[in-house]
């Protein structure tokens, strides 16, 4: 590989990495199978309590 091959290279990684850096994420943030549980024994328990007012 020569060096001019080599840094073009190098530069659309490097620009490719910024780009996605930059791009907007659609992805949910991942909960834990023992975190969802956590929120669904949550979610059961708080309509069985009667609200103080």
């Known amino acids: ?3 001019r091959k080599k840094i073009t290279q190098l530069l659309k990684a490097h620009a490719k990495k910024a780009s996605a850096k930059l791009a907007p994420k659609n992805k949910v943030k991942y ?3 023992a975190d969802r549980l956590k929120l669904a024994v ?3 328990q708080e309509p ?3 609200s103080e007012s």
């Open 48 to 50: 069985a309590t009667p």
């Open 42 to 44: 949550e979610a059961d």
């Open 1 to 3: 590989m020569n060096r």
């Open 31 to 33: 909960i834990s199978k």
